[in-house]
């Protein structure tokens, strides 16, 4: 009677862990569906958990140095909105006139840099090009004048659009608020989620919860630290160097670097072209801008990354731009956001879950562990050399 009992035993759990997957699954499910039906609202919100999780580690260090949690958090705010203002007043006005002179003058920019490529061009290339050149010019101005037309057309949009002004107005008042109240509870909040976690599986999912943290740490804090460093960098050096635009290359440039060499071959194809067209043919300020890239390039690999990010990260390039697509598509300009913490926590279950795999009986199946030594049998010189005989 023993052994069916114990059957018995065993479907109930089996049937428990099966209601535990589906009810885990339904709520997964049900989590994605709200977002979805909530997108249109989301930004603010979004942006203000990104802006409490990602100003919580000062919060904590001002704590330590004794200024109290809500102190600490209205200074925090303060000094971020202070430099946000400051932004807007200063940056981003030299910055949409810097776009927009860009887009006027980008099929100039391309004819000109047609003429010096065909100028410096081998014979053979140059036959070639003469057949197509007509050809190329024409699909050259064709795709500016579509390019610059499209840009200009997007910041309208954004700039002009009902709902756009009024989820810039819900961003800059309900964020501030909404990162607020967030970052003086934070800690609360953590320790209440921790106590709502199923009791069986706690030490498992706080494990899991903490990889995701340093992954996204390692991203948003580091990446994110880096990107703004590399944006001042080359804003800076091209702006010094004389370059036209060289404010909105570097600043470009500096924001894709969180993809590794795309930033710096956007920016430099940019930068390169338009140092032709601009400075042809002074070669030393051609060469300038070249070391500028090279130069960041250096203190991006060897000094920043290193420091900041480190190996942290866990994030595959590829993964990372597949996921921003994917959610930047579903959900919009909220899904930008939330494609890093969703990568991460997407790659860190995806590691747990192929450790449980190899560990498993449908990965081992019936047979030894390989690294297991095979016993000897018991009349054989080995079997009597470890028994001492």
Known sequence: MGAPHGLGRGRNVEMTLQRQMMFWLGALAATILVLWLLSPILLPFIAGLAL????????????????????????????????????????????????????????????????????????????????????????????????????????????????????????????????????????????KVDGWLPRDHAPAIRQLFAEIDRAMAGFIRGQGTLCLAMACFYATGLSLAGLKFGLAIGIVTGLVSFIPYAGAAIGGLLAIGVALFQFWPDFLSIALVVLIFAAGQFIEGNILSPKLVGRSVGLHPVWLMFALFAFGYIFGFVGLLLAVPMAAAAGVLSRFALRQYLGSKLYLGTRAPIDAPTPLPSDTPGHRRRRGR
């Open 52 to 191: 409490a999780y990602f100003l919580d580690p000062v919060a904590d260090r001002l704590e330590r140095l004794g200024l109290p949690r809500l102190a600490a958090t209205l200074v925090i705010l303060l000094v971020s909105l202070l430099a946000v203002v400051l932004a807007a007043l200063i940056i981003v006005p030299v910055l949409s006139d810097q776009i927009g002179k860009f887009a006027g003058d980008l099929p100039e920019i391309l004819r000109n840099l047609a003429l010096r490529i065909n100028e410096l061009a081998p014979a053979w290339l140059k036959e070639m090009l003469a057949k197509s050149e007509t050809n190329i010019q024409g699909s050259l101005t064709d795709f500016a004048s579509k390019a610059a037309g499209w840009i200009l057309t997007l910041l309208s949009s954004l700039l002009t659009g009902g709902m756009a002004l009024v989820n810039i107005v819900s961003l800059m008042v309900v964020t501030p608020i909404v990162a607020f109240y967030l970052l003086v509870d934070w800690d609360h909040i953590v320790a």
